[in-house]
């Protein structure tokens, strides 16, 4: 039931994690290496946390638990995709602006 949820936090976690390392670097000049050992601590991790999970759609939870609850879940409660751009597009684009060699499997 809970792998699409889980796919999906990990990939917004992914994305919001990348987002700040090129916040704090573009901003302060910091070497990748340097924010990760100065400036990534579990203070900051629970900054990201936040905002990935409410980044997961009513229509992936809907859809977890139609498998392991179908009567519970209304036939017509899924929201419609947002337009733009896919997570892992995102995901691929901020680490690019990064200098990261990355790309979409």
């Not at 609850?69 to 419609?80: D, L, S």
Request: proline share 3%; charged share 25%.
């Amino acid at each position: 039931m809970d792998q699409q949820v889980i796919s999906n936090f990990k990939k917004l976690y992914t994305k919001h994690l990348f987002r700040r390392c090129f916040e704090v670097t573009e901003t302060t000049n910091l070497t990748l290496r340097e924010f990760w050992k100065d400036y990534f601590n579990i203070a900051i991790c629970l900054k990201i946390i936040d905002p990935a999970w409410l980044g997961v759609t009513t229509r992936t939870l809907t859809s977890a638990w139609k498998k392991l609850w179908p009567e519970a879940v209304a036939e017509r409660i899924y929201e419609e995709l947002e337009p733009g751009m896919s997570v892992e597009k995102a995901i691929v684009s901020l680490g690019k602006s990064m200098g990261l060699e990355v790309g979409e499997t």
